[in-house]
């Protein structure tokens, strides 16, 4: 099934030392959720005695907001991180993602779709994630010329891949997911094409991201297999939620960090994350926290947990 295609990479990698990646869309100030992805992956890189890259996913304008990059990045140094080389904005690879999805329409293992949102929710079943692309334009031959979409064709794909906290995941591409869109009607490319390009081409070997983005996961492995790219390997960690059961985001009261008080701050992240940090750590400096992070990481306390409410903590937003 593989279709080898030319893949351009921003660093030259080792592909046999570790390396991970954090990976933040310039949608709004870090707040305390996406910190703990941060914290996580950074952690794992550190006992792995790895590269941690930093990656700025800048290839949606209509939703992001100016200054939250610089915001982002401000955030995490006042927070101690130490990334390897230097900032990835995604956007400069935007002609290779475009490259990419049109090689993979051009031998018709993708297909242009005009539909819209409004149009498949008439007729498409719902999954997991929403609504389920029911076919439509999979057999149309005449409309590349005019607006639309780049579905891949996923072709009865069973999809399975063992996360390092979530156990075994499987997938069954047609029924769960059905033909998904790498390059939406607008010219912007859809994150699962992006992410598994910009991934292989740093040469990532671990991803761990938000149990929010695990759905994403089978549509990248399989992007990776049409393509011949190395699968890495994957830690999805739990969510923080509101008392509601929202995803702790802006929308839904998440304030910036405040990086006045990164101390508190990564302890806090700690404790969701189930790493029973002494209260005494609380008041050190930030390079104490990390340097006892980093001896304590236990991610097996995050075994099969793919959400915590935030007022477990004490975590104020």
């Not at 006892?292 to 995050?302: D, F, N, T, V």
Request: net charge negative; with cysteine; aromatic share 8%.
């Amino acid at each position: 099934m593989s279709a080898e295609r030319e893949v351009t990479g921003h660093d030259s990698a080792n592909t046999a030392a570790y390396r991970g990646r954090f990976a933040p869309s310039p949608t709004g100030p870090l707040h305390f959720g996406s910190l703990v992805a941060a914290v996580a992956s950074h952690l794992q890189a550190l006992v792995a005695g790895g590269d941690w890259l930093l990656r700025i996913e800048d290839i949606d304008p209509p939703r992001e907001i100016e200054g939250a990059a610089e915001q982002i990045i401000e955030s995490l140094a006042a927070h101690g991180f130490q990334w390897s080389g230097s900032v990835l904005y995604q956007r400069h690879n935007q002609q290779n993602f475009d490259a990419i999805s049109r090689s993979l329409l051009d031998s018709d293992l993708a297909f242009a779709c005009s539909c819209s949102r409004a149009q498949i929710r008439k007729t498409a079943r719902m999954g997991a994630v929403g609504p389920i692309y029911p076919g439509t334009c999979r057999d149309k031959i005449d409309l590349k010329h005019g607006p639309h979409s780049i579905r891949v064709r996923t072709m009865h794909e069973h999809i399975s891949f063992e996360d390092a906290l979530q156990g075994q995941i499987d997938c069954e591409l047609d029924e769960d997911i059905g033909d998904f869109i790498i390059r939406r009607k607008d010219g912007l490319i859809a994150y699962s094409l992006a992410g598994a390009l910009d991934d292989h081409a740093q040469g990532i070997t671990e991803v761990v991201r938000g149990m929010d983005l695990l759905h994403f996961t089978p549509a990248q492995i399989f992007l990776q297999r049409l393509l011949g790219l190395r699968t890495p390997d994957y830690m999805h960690v739990p969510i923080a939620v509101t008392e509601a059961g929202d995803k702790l985001s802006k929308q839904t009261g998440a304030r910036p960090l405040d990086n006045r008080q990164p101390a508190n701050n990564l302890f806090r992240c700690l404790e969701f994350l189930r790493q029973a940090p002494p209260p005494a750590l609380r008041t050190e400096p930030v390079e104490a926290i990390w340097s006892w992070a980093r001896s304590h990481w236990e991610p097996r306390k995050l075994a099969n947990c793919r959400k915590i409410p935030i007022q477990h903590i004490n975590v104020f937003y």
